[in-house]
């Protein structure tokens, strides 16, 4: 069977940054940017999270059972979660509140990304650029939550460093890693301690097949019993409520994608070429240490 002509093109490679509209509008734009990143990321510090319960609204800063459900293979844990985890639906304000957050965030993060790639010449050389870009992503840093710090390493920082032409790579890896790589030891041992900490949960969950789907005993009420909003659990707010073992698989998930993004940063750190966006065999956006 042939295909008609025109349906399948190849990829155009980014136009010179001559030709790219955003060469001129960088500085604006990622100072704009960067200001959006700081307000969403307060909107997680203590003093924001308190406001926003006295509002009514502290279901808007946790996950939505959709985004739960994502971390759980198919089985009775992810039924669960799908299902609002045992807890009331949260308001429309609420719903509504968390999608505008996580669309803002999206966009934010998407388009330092987009003008890496379309406009680089203008985009690495900048001493400015590079100092906006890690405004925009490590604001707020200690009260991001693990799943939103997985989401910049994942967004930003891998894709910006590992497409970061040779001459610029020490600008950038001074404002994108000198700070993020110590802060993420910390943040990783304590998150793997937790984890530990709540592994006779896990451990019955896997044994109840929780979350590999063992009906016999995969809907036990006393082991998918609800529990508040951040109220126990390895993952507290960080999941958003339900039952604790359904927290404490979902917050082991999120620790372990974000252990596999920061080992991506650490990698292209030893790569001294980058890779340019290549993506190679289980490595996302990075490349091998046998290249290094």
């Given at each position: 069977?042939s295909?008609?002509?025109?349906l399948?093109?190849?990829?155009d490679?980014?136009?010179?940054s001559?030709?790219?509209?955003a060469?001129d509008?960088?500085?604006?734009?990622?100072?704009l940017?960067a200001a959006?990143c700081?307000a969403?990321?307060g909107?997680w510090?203590?003093?924001?999270?308190?406001?926003?319960?006295s509002?009514?609204?502290?279901?808007a800063?946790?996950?939505?059972?959709?985004?739960?459900a994502?971390?759980?293979?198919?089985?009775?844990a992810?039924?669960?979660?799908i299902a609002?985890g045992?807890l009331?639906p949260?308001?429309?304000?609420?719903?509504a509140?968390?999608?505008?957050l996580?669309?803002l965030r999206d966009?934010?993060?998407a388009?330092?990304?987009l003008?890496?790639?379309?406009?680089?010449?203008a985009?690495?050389?900048s001493h400015?650029?590079a100092?906006a870009?890690?405004g925009?992503?490590?604001?707020?840093?200690?009260h991001?939550h693990?799943r939103?710090?997985?989401?910049?390493?994942?967004?930003?920082?891998r894709p910006?460093v590992?497409r970061?032409p040779?001459?610029?790579r020490?600008?950038?890896h001074?404002?994108?890693?000198a700070?993020?790589?110590?802060h993420?030891?910390?943040?990783?041992c304590a998150?793997?301690?937790?984890?530990?900490?709540?592994g006779a949960?896990?451990?019955?969950?896997?044994?109840?097949?929780?979350?590999?789907?063992?009906s016999?005993?995969g809907h036990?009420t006393s082991?998918?019993e609800?529990?508040?909003v951040?109220?126990g659990?390895?993952?507290?707010?960080?999941t958003?409520g339900g039952s604790?073992?359904v927290?404490?698989?979902?917050?082991?998930?999120?620790?372990?994608?974000?252990t596999?993004?920061h080992?991506?940063?650490l990698?292209?750190?030893?790569?001294p070429?980058?890779?340019?966006?290549?993506?190679?065999?289980?490595?996302?956006?990075?490349?091998?240490?046998?290249?290094?």
């Open positions: 069977m295909i008609p002509a025109g399948v093109r190849p990829v490679p980014p136009p010179p001559s030709e790219c509209p060469s509008h960088l500085d604006w734009v990622l100072t940017s959006l700081t969403v990321h909107v510090t203590p003093a924001s999270a308190a406001e926003a319960a509002l009514g609204l502290e279901r800063l946790s996950m939505s059972p959709d985004e739960q994502a971390h759980l293979v198919h089985g009775p992810r039924t669960f979660a609002g045992g009331p949260a308001s429309l304000t609420a719903s509140t968390r999608d505008w996580r669309g966009s934010a993060y388009l330092i990304t003008l890496s790639v379309h406009a680089p010449a985009f690495y050389p400015a650029i100092g870009v890690a925009a992503m490590f604001a707020e840093l200690p991001m693990d939103h710090v997985r989401q910049a390493l994942h967004m930003v920082v910006v590992g970061c040779g001459a610029h020490a600008l950038w001074a404002a994108l890693t700070s993020l790589v110590p993420m030891h910390g943040r990783l998150g793997w301690a937790r984890v530990k900490g709540s949960s896990s451990a019955a969950a896997g044994a109840s097949g929780l979350d590999g789907g063992n016999r005993i036990s082991v998918l609800p529990i508040a951040g109220g659990g390895g993952g507290g707010i960080n958003g604790a073992v927290e404490d698989l979902i917050a082991e998930r999120v620790t372990r994608d974000l596999r993004d080992c991506a940063v990698e292209l750190i030893a790569i070429d980058g890779t340019f966006g290549r993506k190679t065999k289980g490595s996302g956006l990075t490349g091998h240490l046998r290249g290094a």
